[in-house]
C-alpha cells in the first residue's frame, strides 16, 4: 500500500467496554511498532512485532490491553474493560529489514466516556 | 535505560528566523537518533536521522542537527522559518536503530509568527 493504514481514525467508547484497533503496515514491513499519545504528551511505546512474533510487549500498560498480528501483515490492538485514562491517540508504524526508520500511519483517536 | 529531553514545550519564531529546537538524550549505548514532525491531526514524519555516520545530519524542508556526544545534544536548527513549519517536533532515540523501539521526547511545538 501506499503508506500504512489505521481504522478506525476516532473512536467514541463507554467505559468499560472493549475497543479493537487496526493497523494496516506497509506492504512488505516485517516489524510493526504499536505508541499511544496522550494530550500533551510524547509517544509512548506499547509493543512491536517482527514477523507475527511479539519479541518486545514491554509497553503495555496492563494486562486489559493485547495485540496480535497475523499474516505477517494487519495488527490488531484491543483493549478490554476500557477506562478513560485509556483516552489518547493510538500510532502504528512499520518499518522494512535493515531500515532505521519507522513510518507511522495517521492513528487512531480513541476517547473512552 | 534510554530517555530523551526536549527543552521548551512551545517556541514561537518570526517568519525568516533562525529555528532552534533542543534534544539532549541519555543513553548507555551508543545511540541512533532521530527527529520526526507531526502536522495537526496526522502521522508522524521523519525529518531525519543520526547512525553514527557524519555528525552532522542534514534532513527534509532544511532542517539539519548536530550530533554531539560530549554534550549528549541532538539540535534541531534551520537557518530560516517558514509558516509551513509551524507543527509539533519529537526528538527520539533508539538502541540499534533497525528493529528496536524508539523512546520519544515530550515534544516541542513550532508557532511560526508574521
Known amino acids: 500500500g501506499a503508506g500504512v493504514s489505521q481504522s478506525p481514525s476516532n473512536k467514541v467508547t463507554e467505559k468499560g467496554k472493549d475497543v479493537e484497533l487496526r493497523c494496516d503496515p506497509i506492504?512488505?514491513?516485517?516489524?510493526l511498532y504499536w505508541y499511544r499519545q496522550r494530550l500533551g504528551q510524547g509517544l509512548e511505546f506499547l509493543i512491536y512485532?517482527?514477523?507475527?512474533?511479539?519479541?518486545?510487549k514491554s509497553g503495555l500498560p496492563s494486562d486489559r490491553f493485547s495485540a496480535e498480528r497475523t499474516g505477517e501483515s494487519v495488527s490488531t490492538l484491543t483493549i478490554q474493560r476500557t477506562q478513560q485514562e485509556d483516552s489518547a491517540v493510538y500510532l502504528c508504524?512499520?518499518?522494512?529489514?535493515?531500515?532505521?526508520?519507522?513510518?507511522f500511519g495517521p492513528g487512531t483517536r480513541l476517547t473512552v466516556t | 535505560a534510554q530517555s530523551v529531553t526536549q527543552l521548551g514545550s512551545h517556541v514561537s519564531v518570526s517568519e525568516g528566523a533562525l529555528v532552534l529546537l533542543r534534544c539532549n538524550y541519555s543513553?548507555?549505548?551508543?545511540?541512533?537518533l532521530f527527529w520526526y514532525v507531526q502536522y495537526p491531526n496526522q502521522g508522524l514524519q521523519l525529518l531525519l536521522k543520526?547512525?553514527?555516520?557524519?555528525?552532522l545530519v542534514k534532513g527534509i524542508n532544511g532542517f539539519e542537527a548536530e550530533f554531539k556526544k560530549s554534550e549528549t545534544s541532538f539540535h534541531l536548527t534551520k537557518p530560516s522559518a517558514h509558516m509551513s513549519d509551524a507543527a509539533e517536533y519529537f526528538c527520539?532515540?533508539?538502541?540499534?536503530?533497525?528493529?528496536?523501539?524508539?523512546?520519544f521526547g515530550t515534544g516541542t511545538r513550532l508557532q511560526v509568527t508574521l
Open positions: 543520526y547512525t553514527s555516520a557524519a555528525t
Open positions: 506492504s512488505g514491513h516485517t516489524a
Open positions: 508504524a512499520s518499518s522494512s529489514p535493515g531500515v532505521y526508520e519507522q513510518y
Open positions: 512485532f517482527q514477523g507475527n512474533s511479539a519479541p518486545d
Open positions: 543513553s548507555s549505548v551508543p545511540p541512533y
Open positions: 527520539a532515540v533508539s538502541r540499534t536503530g533497525t528493529a528496536s523501539k524508539l523512546t
